[in-house]
């Protein structure tokens, strides 16, 4: 587990993240931190992040110092391709750019014998 952040303090237990700010934030100030972990769980798990704010100082208002975010793991394990990496449009682009080359050689070929006709005039 790795959490930084300029000005920050962070320390790890078990699964849990304390991460102390250096200097006081003033009222409607940001601050930021990143945490890098890995995950032991099976593939298709829903995990669950919670981040918790607090101050030692009054608040007008505590009822937006929590909030989560959950995220799935990957369906496959690591090390297995997967099945398709690119999702499928529907359209072949093989069959649509044969059909493009196929309608501009014939517009090439209708300029020419318009040409060849009025050359024959």
């Keep these: 587990m790795k959490a930084e952040g300029d000005g920050w303090d962070c320390v790890a237990d078990g699964q849990l ?6 200097e006081v934030l003033s009222a409607g100030a940001t601050a930021a931190f990143v945490i890098e972990t890995s995950v032991d769980a099976d593939p298709g798990s829903i995990i669950t992040n919670e981040a918790i704010v607090s101050t030692a100082t009054a608040e007008r208002t505590e009822d937006n110092n929590t909030d989560t975010a959950e995220i799935a793991t990957a369906t496959e394990s690591l090390g297995q391709a997967p099945s398709s990496p690119v999702a499928f449009t529907g359209a072949n682009s093989l069959r649509l750019a044969v059909g493009a080359m196929m309608l501009i050689l014939g517009g090439v070929a ?4 318009r040409r060849r006709r009025l050359g024959n005039r």
Aim: with cysteine.
């Design 110 to 113: 209708l300029v020419a014998l």
């Design 17 to 22: 993240v304390t991460c102390d700010a250096a």
